[in-house]
Nanobody, 110 residues
Framework: QVQLVESGGGLVQPGGSLRLSCAFSGFTFSNYVMSWYRQAPGKERELVASGRSTYADSVKGRFTISRDNAKNTVYLQMNNLKPEDTAVYYC????????WGQGTQVTVSS
């Protein structure tokens, strides 16, 4: 059974940092392209980061995606957070099929 579980979200002040984690099980990690998406209230879900180094323009230079194959985990390091980064963040695994995690809330506010 495929499972993606995000963690690490929370409330942070502008300029702060968070690291999101996505632990996955039930399939061979190395076969999948891992990505992070986000969805803010009233907006469509958008790609944040994917693969080794693809980023949305709005997060370039602030966010970093990485993966630990030994731990079957993908991370999203988010620095210099801004209020407009507030959203639910979703982990995505894509190969022949696509899988989503349940999402983790990130709120950037003073």
């Amino acid at each position: 059974q495929v499972q993606l579980v995000e963690s690490g979200g929370g409330l942070v002040q502008p300029g702060g940092s968070l690291r999101l984690s996505c632990a996955f099980s039930g399939f061979t990690f190395s076969n999948y392209v891992m990505s992070w998406y986000r969805q803010a209230p009233g907006k469509e879900r958008e790609l944040v980061a994917s693969g080794r180094s693809t980023y949305a323009d709005s997060v370039k230079g602030r966010f970093t995606i990485s993966r630990d194959n030994a731990k079957n985990t993908v991370y999203l390091q988010m620095n210099n957070l801004k209020p407009e980064d507030t959203a639910v963040y979703y982990c995505n695994a894509r190969a022949a099929r696509v899988y989503w995690g349940q999402g983790t809330q990130v709120t950037v506010s003073s």
